[in-house]
């Protein structure tokens, strides 16, 4: 029942505060909306919550020169945060832009409202840009799920994407440190990421795939030639056909965890790996959601 109500009252918010907010400037038939105040741009910050780390600088700069000739077009959106300052909900692209340009007021509308509404518009108006860093997704989507419960259904019904998409980007989570600055810096895409995630070694496939300027293909074989290896001198089981390898790929994507089939005469095994409880709980609401 929490969950329910939140993921309406989130879809009413999206719809007031997001959805008219975030229109790409050349759909000429969306009017930008009115800002409520102008706004002295020294009392506004930046919520600590965004799930975007980073920012193009070379995008920043294109936004500023735009800004100082001709003006915001989209206000921002911000809530109020005591001693007349004002915190970001959505918009610091512009808001960082309008300080190179050096705006004095910055055009906003301003909705007064909690903690947790303002963190739940944050992250999802950000996921639902495109450009959006694939590893500042995945944390905006655990941190959905680890401070206000979702599952991985609930995330992928308000924010338009797959339940798989979903799970398959929480992976990125797993990876270690160094895979993840370069997963971060456009190093990486976040198919390379994926492909190398279960491996023995990521950070050494890693830089192996950077250095060579390898495709997510290659990055794939890279990672099944890892498996063969990781299982030394045990028998090497029967090779699987393409309808076999087919299949795996397809159960793994839908349920965004590792999938495995061995046939044996005339049955077989099904083998689904799962990492957490969460993973577990999400599998078996899926299987009694079949019955």
Known sequence: MTNDLSKKRLARGLASLIGDMDQPLDVQEAPAPK??????????????????????????????????????????????????????????????????AGLVDIPAIVRDVDDRTALELAIVENVQRSDLNPLDEAMGYGQLIE?????????????????????????????PEPVRD????????AGHARAIASTSDPVRHAKHIVARGLSVRDAEKLAQKDGETAQGARPTP???????????????????????????DKGGQLKVDYRSLEQLDELCRLLQAVR
């Open 35 to 100: 800002a409520d105040r102008m706004v002295p741009i020294e009392l506004v910050s930046r919520n600590p919550n965004n799930p975007r780390r980073q920012f193009d600088e070379e995008d920043l700069q294109d936004l500023a020169r735009s800004i100082a000739q001709h003006g915001i077009v989209q206000p921002i959106v911000v809530r109020p945060s005591g001693d007349d300052r004002y915190e970001i909900i959505a918009g610091e692209r512009r808001w960082r832009a309008a300080q190179r």
């Open 147 to 175: 401070e206000h419960g979702y599952t991985q259904n609930d995330l992928g019904d308000i924010i338009g994407k797959s339940r798989s998409h979903v799970a398959n980007s929480l992976r990125l989570l797993r990876l």
């Open 182 to 189: 370069m997963l971060s810096s456009g190093a990486l895409t």
């Open 238 to 264: 029967p090779q699987k056909d393409a309808d076999t390898l087919a299949l795996e790929r397809m159960l793994s994507d839908n349920l965004g965890l590792r999938v495995t089939i061995t046939h044996r």
